[in-house]
């Protein structure tokens, strides 16, 4: 891996991969809506694009032979087109990219909710078929764009889908900011009788997780075509129950 693109480079998990691309001397840039001044300090270059401009898409990834897909509407709530338009046909734009510009791996940032029917997910691992129903748009979407992702896979260009749950650690503005603030208010719920475990991800982790299925497409390629759950290994209680 010589030249590598990250969509969604500025965010939560993309700007870790990022920082640790840099760290290991590949040559990183950034898709993303926004400007990045700290990360373009650091060496990285940043195109300013919409994932669902597909000819711009295009342009922007000649030259990568690796390319981290992390750019995505995540959230529960929602106008349902937009969470389409920018999971699946944002993701089809990235396939078609990847294609047009003979770019020989991609890797997926994806999610258990791929697989979750209302019920628990214990002990299950990847052969859990895909969900028929979901509860919000964003479970719905990125089924089909991990579906689609995967379906892509050939000698050519390589692909796998990573499936993190409940990332977490420094650099966070999304998930601890929120329950914080929600604590605050007493507005936190607990869920079943409060002996619940579920997996977490550590954000360090997640983006290794990352760079090893890039070494891995690039090298004997058992993870192509494949996906992964990615955890600690050790699920934890995230709060006791007051009973």
Same mark, same amino acid.
Request: with cysteine; glycine share 8%.
């Given at each position: 891996?010589?030249?590598?693109?990250?969509?969604?480079?500025?965010?939560?998990?993309?700007?870790?991969?990022?920082?640790?691309?840099? =760290? !290991?001397?590949?040559?990183?840039?950034?898709? /993303?809506?926004?400007?990045?001044?700290?990360?373009?300090?650091?060496?990285?270059?940043?195109?300013?694009?919409?994932?669902?401009?597909?000819?711009?898409?295009?342009?922007? $990834?000649?030259?990568?032979?690796?390319?981290?897909?992390?750019?995505? !509407?995540?959230?529960? &709530?929602?106008? !349902? *087109?937009?969470? $389409?338009?920018?999971?699946?046909?944002?993701?089809?734009?990235?396939?078609?990219?990847?294609?047009?510009?003979?770019?020989?791996?991609?890797?997926?940032? /994806?999610?258990?909710?791929?697989? $979750?029917?209302? /019920?628990?997910?214990? *002990?299950?691992?990847?052969?859990?078929?895909?969900?028929?129903? $979901?509860?919000?748009?964003?479970?719905?979407?990125?089924?089909?764009?991990? !579906?689609?992702?995967?379906?892509?896979?050939?000698?050519?260009?390589?692909?796998?889908?990573?499936?993190?749950?409940?990332? &977490?650690?420094?650099?966070?503005?999304?998930?601890?900011?929120?329950?914080?603030?929600?604590?605050?208010?007493?507005?936190?719920?607990?869920?079943?009788?409060?002996?619940?475990?579920?997996?977490?991800?550590?954000?360090?982790?997640?983006?290794?997780?990352?760079?090893?299925?890039?070494?891995?497409? =690039?090298?004997?390629?058992?993870?192509?075509?494949?996906?992964?759950?990615? /955890?600690?290994?050790?699920?934890?209680?995230?709060? =006791?129950?007051?009973?």
């Amino acid at each position: 891996m010589k030249k590598a693109i990250v969509t969604g480079g500025g965010g939560f998990v993309g700007k870790a991969i990022v920082n640790k691309l840099l =760290e !290991k001397k590949v040559h990183t840039a950034i898709v /993303s809506r926004n400007n990045y001044p700290d990360l373009e300090k650091k060496g990285a270059r940043i195109f300013q694009c919409d994932i669902r401009d597909k000819y711009n898409l295009a342009e922007i $990834f000649k030259g990568f032979d690796t390319v981290f897909h992390i750019a995505a !509407k995540a959230g529960i &709530w929602g106008n !349902k *087109n937009e969470y $389409f338009s920018i999971n699946c046909d944002g993701t089809n734009n990235v396939i078609a990219g990847c294609r047009k510009n003979n770019v020989q791996r991609l890797i997926y940032t /994806s999610t258990p909710s791929v697989v $979750f029917q209302r /019920s628990s997910l214990e *002990n299950i691992d990847e052969s859990a078929p895909y969900a028929e129903s $979901f509860l919000c748009h964003y479970a719905a979407s990125k089924t089909i764009a991990e !579906k689609n992702i995967l379906a892509a896979n050939n000698h050519s260009l390589k692909t796998t889908a990573i499936r993190p749950h409940l990332v &977490w650690g420094p650099g966070d503005n999304h998930l601890i900011p929120r329950l914080l603030e929600r604590g605050k208010k007493k507005q936190l719920r607990i869920v079943g009788d409060g002996t619940n475990r579920v997996d977490i991800s550590f954000i360090d982790n997640v983006a290794d997780a990352h760079l090893l299925a890039a070494h891995n497409l =690039e090298t004997d390629a058992t993870a192509s075509g494949k996906a992964y759950f990615i /955890s600690q290994g050790k699920p934890v209680i995230l709060q =006791e129950s007051s009973a």
